[in-house]
């Protein structure tokens, strides 16, 4: 059997063979710290290697995920499906081997990783994830959910502002069975972090309410396996394992130092490295000892059997919770589901109102039947109105809630959603104001592109929510949503198109959905079946003149009740005027040309767009020789009617704007 030493060097070589064959990427960590990870994926990980979505395995993540070869070392020895070859593509394109670990491409691999810091935001929504799912599920004597998080993070991980977010609430929460290794190493990019890196990073986390087992050597495994043990035993509060490792460990000339970090070892410091590590074997092969010391797809293959077997008992003893687990982790609707069912509603009721308190409306509709919505605020459920009337708060004591209260963390709060995503069993909403999705953009701009279910529901969107002023007046947020590839953003006219976008949003299994509400009230819009039912569609006509029409008015959120005012007043005086409601321009797009034609006529030229948000995206509707009533420059503190009136968004303005295009 070979040692531990042999098998950690197993990842070392293969991940200094790799970066050397890419000609680029990060050698050190996955040097440093693979004696940690021989340690824990040998002795405590639980898992499948041939099937990597069981539901209760282990979840694995590493945050600093430029160390990526350590993570596809650890796949490819342990029996997934990654083979040599794979390894061998690393940073190629369309590999199973990107530079950064990437939902998706590879099999284990639980969540993407690069941007500092989220992947232990991830870790902290998987743990909730795990403990809200097992409280909801489990009953006594059938623990069916019941697995660990385990996350590796670097200093740069707990250098980046999130770590204070996520690991203060996971501390708040207990969550006993997170445990994090912190590869203390002393170096970054820029060298010796001494410099501009010296927290007492032991006594912040005891600060948090982790347990923290300080000072551990990271290359020796007893006391890699001392820690691991006594972090375990302390199930009511997450843990920190504070590792001392050196970077690059066993490169003989370059470990200790920047020059590992972020670089290829090159072929004389490799050789160096074979020599001074006992490893003469030759680049990418591994001995057939060294796979079966590896090798965990016997054990975990009995694990999940095991699973299985206590599955069939609880389906036994509570058939219809089992169902329902089942149908949860599966990411699959109720089929009985009336989130259609909402916008008949809301258009018969009529009632003009603040599209936040239409979302609250449609919460109230939905949460009963869906258990799975996991909600959130950033301290500011007040304001956007996420509390619904069956919320129920999760903390240490009363884990089996819907709802977690962030605090002021919303880059946290996005992060940990997408760890809460990732997971299965839930799908997460969270809200903050419009202007504060800034803070949270990396996380929104990673669900996306792990194609994560969550819900974004961002209240007061525009210059309307008057006094509070400038630094609270989105302008520019629109364009930056609109511009994320598969994010979907609506921002709706009224209650009815509010339910739409609520629906379309529960119904994007795949990929995310940002909700853009209004504080101020905004009037109801008469609509026929039809119109009704084309809301689906991002786009379509509000109101039309007989005929071709001369002017298209096309508008969204609290600007349409605008347009339908300007069209009414230029009807007046004879000129044929349509309007186009569009919530959500990227569901638009994704229609059929002949769809989008009918809406919007390539034949008539004469456009205006009207929305109080920078005006610039919408030149791709309008044309160059088009018209935009929008905003050029930051809000000012007022009443929302002094606001609307001094920017521009009124009645005769629009109809100014007309004449210039009509003569």
């Known amino acids: 059997m070979p040692s531990r030493f042999e098998l950690a060097n197993a990842i070392r070589a293969l991940s200094m063979d790799a970066v050397q064959k890419a000609k680029s990427g990060h050698p050190g960590a996955p040097m440093g710290m693979a004696d940690i990870a021989e340690v824990l994926w040998n002795d405590y990980v639980s898992h499948n290697p041939d099937n990597p979505y069981w539901a209760n395995r282990d979840r694995f993540l590493l ?12 796949l490819h020895l342990t ?3 990654l083979s ?8 190629q394109l369309h590999s199973k081997t990107p530079g950064h670990p990437e939902l998706g491409y590879t099999p284990g691999v639980e969540t993407t990783t690069g941007p500092l810091g989220q992947g232990l935001a991830n870790a902290v929504g998987m743990a909730i994830a795990e403990r809200t799912l097992a409280s909801q599920f489990n009953r006594p004597g059938h623990e069916i959910i019941d697995h660990y998080t385990y996350c590796f993070v670097g200093d740069g991980c707990m250098m980046e502002g999130i770590s204070h977010e996520v690991s203060s609430l996971a501390g708040t929460q207990k969550l006993g ?16 972090v001494e410099g501009w890196f010296t927290d007492d990073t032991p006594k912040r986390f005891e600060a948090y309410g982790w347990h923290v087992v300080p000072k551990v050597d990271g290359h020796n495994p007893d006391e890699i396996k001392a820690a691991i043990e006594l972090a375990r035993s302390h199930d ?3 843990s920190l394992i504070v590792c001392k490792t050196i970077i690059g460990f066993g490169a003989p000339n370059k470990q200790g130092k920047e020059d590992c970090h972020g670089a290829p070892l090159g072929d004389d410091e490799i050789a160096a490295a074979r020599s001074q590590l006992g490893w003469p074997h030759a680049p990418f092969h591994i001995p057939e000892e060294i796979y079966q010391g590896w090798d965990a797809r016997t054990v975990g293959a009995k694990r999940e059997a095991d699973w299985n077997d206590r599955m069939a008992r609880y389906t036994e003893a509570f058939p219809e919770e089992a169902k329902e687990l089942k149908r949860r982790l599966k990411g699959e609707l109720p089929t009985n589901l009336t989130s259609e069912k909402m916008l008949e509603n809301a258009q018969e009721k009529g009632e003009s109102l603040a599209t936040r308190k239409a979302s609250l409306i449609c919460l109230n509709e939905l949460g009963p039947q869906l258990p799975e919505l996991l909600g959130g605020s950033a301290d500011l459920a007040p304001s956007n109105l996420t509390f619904w009337k069956g919320a129920k708060a999760i903390s240490h004591s009363e884990p089996g809630g819907n709802y977690l209260h962030y605090g002021v963390r919303e880059f946290g709060m996005g992060a940990i959603m997408n760890g809460i995503s990732a997971h299965g069993g839930f799908i997460p909403y969270g809200a903050t104001f419009l202007t504060f999705m800034e803070y ?12 994560r279910q969550a819900i974004y529901v961002f209240t007061h969107d525009s210059i309307g929510l008057g006094e509070d002023g400038p630094t609270h007046q989105p302008i520019e947020q629109m364009g930056a949503l609109r511009s994320t590839p598969n994010l979907s953003t609506w921002r709706p006219a009224d209650a009815v198109e509010t339910a739409a976008a609520w629906d379309s949003a529960l119904k994007r299994h795949g990929a995310p959905t940002a909700l853009v509400l209004s504080r101020q009230n905004l009037p109801h819009q008469a609509r026929t079946k039809h119109q009704l039912a084309e809301i689906e569609r991002g786009g379509y006509i509000l109101k039309d003149a007989e005929g071709t029409p001369e002017l298209i008015l096309i508008a969204t959120g609290s600007e349409v009740a605008l347009a339908m005012d300007a069209a009414d007043a230029l009807s007046a005086k004879g000129r044929a005027v349509r309007v186009v409601s569009m919530p959500s321009t990227s569901t638009f797009d994704a229609q059929p040309a002949d769809y989008r034609e009918s809406v919007l006529p390539s034949s008539v030229k004469a456009r205006i767009a009207i929305e109080a948000s920078h005006y610039a995206y919408w030149y791709k509707y309008v044309g160059l020789d088009g018209r935009i009533i929008g905003m050029d420059s930051f809000g000012e503190s007022a009443p929302a009617d002094d606001l609307f009136k001094y920017y521009g968004f009124t009645v005769e303005n629009v109809l100014e704007k007309a004449e210039e295009l009509l003569g």
Do not use: C, T, W
């Open 79 to 81: 029996g997934y499906e």
């Open 177 to 192: 069975k997170l445990i994090v290794f912190y590869d203390d190493n002393g170096i970054s990019i820029d060298g010796e």
């Open 236 to 238: 009511d509060k997450p």
């Open 63 to 74: 945050s600093n995920g430029h160390g990526s070869m350590l993570l596809y070392s650890l």
């Open 84 to 91: 040599l070859e794979d390894l061998q593509q690393f940073r």
């Open 440 to 451: 949270m953009h990396n996380a929104v701009r990673l669900a996306a592109l792990m194609n």
